[in-house]
């Protein structure tokens, strides 16, 4: 009913960037917060960075300052652009949406299938 298709991840060097993308398609009937997770071998998944509806945005702590998170409501869209990467940002990256289904009345969370990010020398 709901895909979630992410692209942008990639190897980089470290301080390098890259700007992940994730798009929402399906019968929507509305998105509330979207996010972005990752999970690096042997490690928990874990939360990066969150936006609301209205733009209010969330951070980790360890991605403070190097991270920024922006959506396009009009497309179903968010952004997750990284910039001053480190090794220990290497992770399979998730993105996540908060759904009502046209037929629902209720929200139901989504993922995407995941996008590799790797930095390295």
């Known amino acids: 009913q709901v895909q979630l298709v992410e692209s942008g991840g990639g190897l980089v060097q470290p301080g390098g960037s890259l700007r992940l993308s994730c798009t929402a398609s399906g019968s929507i009937f509305s998105i509330s917060t979207m996010g972005w997770y990752r999970q690096g071998t042997g490690k928990e998944r874990e939360l990066v960075t969150t936006i609301s509806s209205r733009g209010s945005m969330n951070y980790a702590d360890s991605v403070k300052g190097r991270f920024t998170i922006s959506r396009d409501n009009a497309k179903n869209t968010v952004y997750l652009q990284m910039n001053s990467l480190k090794p220990e940002d290497t992770a399979v990256y998730y993105c996540?949406?908060?759904?009502?289904?046209?037929?629902?009345?209720?929200?139901?969370?989504?993922w995407g299938q995941g996008t590799q990010v790797t930095v390295s020398s």
């Open positions: 996540e949406a908060d759904v009502r289904l046209v037929s629902s009345l209720w929200e139901y969370p989504y």
